[in-house]
Structures are given as structure tokens and as C-alpha cells.
């Protein structure tokens, strides 16, 4: 059987064709490019039973993956996350079906590992030797860590304030490493004339085809989880929105290899309320969204004020009758808080926000208690050392602890 079943690259909103055998951007009308398989071929070759006791990573749907020789995969066991239910927090919120996908124990400590991953195997199998990218922080720490197991350069641009920790990961990798007193779309500028200027391969959000590829395994990760049924709601951070337009087109594929029935869970993009594109535009019934002035939010990684595949984020949510919520900074900590104690897990901010997204369309009776719910924990808390902030007792050496009540605080 063959490795992979990738037949060409193709324009969503034009419909042209590329060949996928060479570098490819974007297409020339300035949409993103997405991967088709020979879908057909691999309905007849490939079944599910399959997967029996092939490797616990992504690379176990090889087939459904852009790389064509085993030996340009480059990998350190990403993929095959737990899905975690999570009872007390679901009984908290009036959800029976709650679950996690839990991305924080990948490695990076991020679902960035996945993107990066697939796009890093595919950029050596096209004989890529350096790279560049604007990032909010997770996206650069995974890639650059990625291309130096590959021997690729890297080059990555971060807005000064992200996260201090991916900031090391870049540059201990030995990246090219550049801090913008900006956001990441600024980032974004710097990079697109560096592109210009050094020929280097643009690997920002979208710009290339296979970011996406790598993505999308959560989406199929999920549905073998639960035993090849899909939940009726999936609730995703949203910043690029590239693992909800993974996600969605991870299930169409499955439709058509007929692994999964009809049914589509309804996808759910959320974003903070002090940078919501992609939920203005969802509330307008608009298929792009506009530029988000002054945008902040805790939740670094969906701080992105305009993103390439927005139409396509709008589109994977409309299709499945899902919905974009924004929430509170204030209340994502509370959330993060409430996750820790009722469940024992320290989650990212942007999970956090997916999980307080959840609680609100449940109180709005959107999600119905016997619902199956998953909610994607994009990383790990401790990746975020300095948002929660704590106060805690400090003893001199000869004290005792006289009251054991709960002092520590956020």
C-alpha cells in the first residue's frame, strides 16, 4: 500500500490546481491551498481495522497524510492525545458528555506540534532548507524546534509580550529569532518582506498547504476515541482557525472513505471579547471577517485580528450548524481555575476559554445535557507561567501551619 494517497493542492474559492509535487503559497488569486487525496483509491485499500496496531501517533493515518516517503517524516511521537472526560466539571455545567481533548502532553506542549510536524516533513520532502514565520508564541516554539530535528533554518517573528517560555524554545533551537512591538499580523508584514527579500518559504497560518494536514488528525483522533461516532458538539479556540478548518475537513475525508456516518458535529469557534473577528462576523451571517482594531486578550493565542482562512472557519461552522461565542478574560481565569480544582488539570488560557464557551451555550440551552461534548485543551497551563497570579503564605523556617484553610488565591 502506498505511504500516502495525496493527489494535488487545490483553490477553495477559485477552484484552480496545483501540483503538489513542488513548493506551492498561496494560490495566485491569494486564497490558502488545501491538500485532496485520491479519496476513491483509498476507500478501496484502506479500512479501518487497519489501524490495528500500527504506531500511537498522528503518522498512524499516513495515508490521509501529504508526505509521500516514510523517510521524510519528521516526528517526536506527536498526535494520539487522551480524550478525558471530565465528569466533575461536566456535572458542574449540566453537561453529562463532557471530554477533553488534551493537547498540553504533545510535544512542544501544544497542538502546534501537529502542524509543525506534518509541515516540517513535507517542506524536507520538498527540499526546503529554510523557512520563516510570524507567531503568537507556540506556533514559532514548535516549528523551530521542528525544523532543527529536520536540519531546516529558521526565521520567526513574535509580538514582544508573548509568552517568555516559547520565546526560549525558539531561540534555543537556534532560530533567527526577532521580538515586533506589535501583534502577530505585524509580525506578519515583517515576515512577508523577509520572504521577499531572502527567498525564504513562508510558513505563516495558511500560507502553506500542510500545517492544516497535521491538524486535522485531532479531528480523526476524536471520532476513533469514540469508537468512529461523532460527538454533537466540538468547541475550539479560535485564532487562525486552522485546527476547526482541520477538524471540519478530517470528517468530510472520513464521510467519504465511509468510516463515519452522515452526522457532522456542530464546530464552535471561540475567541475572546477583546479580539472577536470570526464571532462579529458569524452574528453578521457574513462569509469573511474584518480587520479587529486594538485587539487583546489573555488567551495569546487567539489574539489574531484577521485571519487568512476565515472564510473558511465561517464556512466549517455554518455547514455544521454550529456558532462562534466570544467570553470574558476575567472569567476564561475563573474557568482555568475551576478546571484545576474540579478536575486536576492546568490548561491553557485558550482551553479555558473554550470550556467557559461551553458552560454559556449550555446555560442558553444551545447544548442540551445529554449532549456528547468535546472541548479542545490547545496546550498546556504551564506553558503560561505569569496568568494566573497567586498569593500564597510565606513561612519563616521555624513556623508551623496553624490554619489549613485555603489561603492561596488567584
Not at 310 to 319: I, K, Q, R, S, T
Amino acid at each position: 500500500m502506498k505511504f500516502s494517497y495525496i493527489s494535488h493542492l487545490y483553490c477553495p474559492k477559485c477552484s484552480s490546481t496545483y501540483d503538489a509535487n513542488i513548493i506551492n503559497q498561496l494560490c495566485e488569486c491569494g486564497s490558502p491551498l488545501l491538500v485532496t487525496y485520491d479519496l476513491p483509491a483509498l476507500a478501496k485499500n484502506w479500512k479501518r481495522s487497519d489501524l490495528i496496531g500500527r504506531r500511537n501517533d498522528l503518522w498512524r493515518y499516513h495515508e490521509l497524510l501529504p508526505v509521500q516517503k516514510e523517510e521524510n517524516v519528521v516526528s517526536m511521537g506527536e498526535g494520539m492525545t487522551p480524550l478525558v472526560a471530565m465528569k466533575a466539571l461536566g456535572e458542574h455545567m449540566g453537561i453529562s458528555q463532557l471530554y477533553m481533548k488534551d493537547e498540553g502532553i504533545i510535544p512542544t506542549g501544544t497542538f502546534k506540534a501537529r502542524g509543525a510536524a506534518v509541515g516540517i516533513s513535507k517542506a524536507q520532502e520538498l527540499g526546503i532548507k529554510e523557512l520563516a514565520m510570524p507567531t503568537n508564541g507556540n506556533a514559532g516554539a514548535a516549528w523551530s524546534l521542528y525544523a532543527s530535528r529536520s536540519g531546516i533554518m529558521s526565521t520567526i517573528v513574535m509580538p514582544v509580550d508573548a509568552p517568555k517560555i516559547t520565546r526560549n524554545e525558539c531561540a534555543s533551537s537556534g532560530a533567527n529569532l526577532y521580538l515586533v512591538d506589535g501583534v502577530i499580523s505585524d509580525a506578519g508584514k515583517i515576515v512577508a518582506q523577509a520572504v521577499k527579500d531572502y527567498n525564504l518559504f513562508d510558513v505563516s497560518t495558511l500560507k502553506e498547504p500542510y500545517r492544516i494536514e497535521g491538524k486535522k488528525t485531532m479531528g480523526i483522533e476524536i471520532v476513533e476515541q469514540l469508537q468512529w461516532e461523532v460527538p454533537d458538539v466540538i468547541l475550539y479556540p479560535t485564532g487562525g482557525g486552522v485546527g476547526l478548518i482541520g477538524i471540519y475537513k478530517a470528517l468530510k475525508e472520513l464521510q467519504a472513505l465511509g468510516w463515519i456516518e452522515e452526522k457532522m458535529p456542530r464546530l464552535v469557534a471561540v475567541q475572546s471579547e477583546g479580539c472577536a473577528p470570526i464571532v462579529k462576523a458569524w452574528e453578521e451571517q457574513k462569509t469573511e471577517s474584518e480587520f479587529w482594531n486594538d485587539s487583546e486578550t489573555i488567551a495569546f493565542g487567539i489574539n489574531v485580528p484577521k485571519a487568512l482562512g476565515d472564510f473558511l472557519v465561517l464556512n466549517a461552522v455554518y455547514e455544521t450548524g454550529g456558532c462562534a461565542v466570544s467570553v470574558n478574560d476575567t472569567a476564561v481565569i475563573e474557568e482555568q481555575k475551576q478546571i484545576s480544582q474540579k478536575e486536576g488539570a492546568f490548561i491553557c488560557p485558550e482551553g479555558a476559554a473554550a470550556f467557559l464557551a461551553a458552560r454559556q451555550l449550555r446555560n442558553e440551552g444551545w447544548i442540551k445535557e445529554n449532549e456528547t461534548v468535546v472541548v479542545l485543551n490547545t496546550g498546556a497551563g504551564i506553558k503560561y507561567p505569569d496568568t494566573v497570579d497567586v498569593n500564597v503564605p510565606i513561612l519563616n523556617k521555624h513556623e508551623t501551619i496553624t490554619d489549613r484553610s485555603n489561603v492561596t488565591s488567584f
